[in-house]
């Protein structure tokens, strides 16, 4: 199993709808997990961070961590065509301080 | 510089010829990471430095990939030997000390090998 899963989609939302993009990871990762947004051509940034278990919300975004099921989640509500780009979910090794990204997610929102 | 720089932003090489990539990273960061991205796919970690620390080299895929960086200064990857399968973007990003996750990326290098 890789460090850290995703679909990779393509997942498509209507405008002003929730977009759910969900991240799944091994024992290999510790508990620091990280959301990265990439627009086509263009660089990732991080947007959201979650270390602990339970929700995290930061406006339209909502980053969700679930340790006894090892998923981490990130929700946008309200979404919008500006939203579409690829995600990708991020955690540390355990005893590392890298970065191992999950394939991405890439989403789109229709008008 | 206000950003990480890489150069070139776009690289065509002919398969077996050696390439050197470049990343000039924020000033005052001391990690800095190279991952390589293929088409449609995630980053793939290749390797790490931090300060004066012995790097993380655990992501280069073969002894044809190496990479230096003099103390917290530019670093370059080196591949020797291209092979149709390196082509990809190459991506470095650095980071302040405490803030390790919080990584700042260049624009990359477009790297592609006939």
């Known amino acids: 199993q890789k460090e850290v899963e995703q679909n990779s989609g393509p997942l498509s939302v209507p405008e002003g709808a929730i977009a759910s993009l969900n991240c799944t990871y091994s024992?290999?990762?510790?508990?620091?997990f990280f959301w990265y947004r990439q627009y086509s051509g263009k660089s990732p940034e991080l947007i959201m961070s979650?270390?602990?278990?339970g929700d995290k919300e930061d406006g339209r975004f909502t980053a969700q961590l679930n340790k006894a099921s090892q998923y981490v989640s990130l929700l946008i509500r309200d979404s919008q065509p500006s939203d579409s780009a690829t995600y990708l979910c991020?955690?540390?090794?355990?005893?590392?301080?890298?970065?191992?990204f999950g394939q991405g997610t890439r989403l789109t929102i229709n008008p | 510089g206000a950003g990480v720089s890489q150069s070139p932003s776009n690289k065509v090489t002919e398969k077996g010829k050696d390439v050197e990539l470049r990343c000039d990273p924020i000033?005052?960061?001391?990690?800095l990471y190279w991952y390589r991205q293929r088409l449609g796919q995630g980053l793939e970690f290749l390797i790490y430095?931090?300060?004066?620390?012995?790097?993380?080299k655990s992501g280069l895929p073969s002894d044809r990939f190496s990479a230096e960086r003099t103390g917290e200064s530019v670093s370059t990857l080196t591949i020797q030997r291209t092979q149709q399968e390196d082509s990809a973007v190459y991506l470095c990003?650095?980071?302040?000390?405490?803030?390790?996750?919080?990584?700042?990326f260049g624009s990359g290098t477009q790297l592609s090998v006939l």
């Open positions: 990003a650095s980071s302040v000390p405490d803030r390790h996750e919080k990584l700042f």
């Open positions: 024992d290999r990762v510790s508990q620091s």
């Open positions: 979650i270390y602990s278990n």
């Open positions: 991020a955690a540390k090794l355990q005893g590392a301080q890298k970065l191992v």
């Open positions: 000033s005052g960061h001391t990690a």
């Open positions: 430095f931090q300060g004066n620390s012995a790097p993380d």
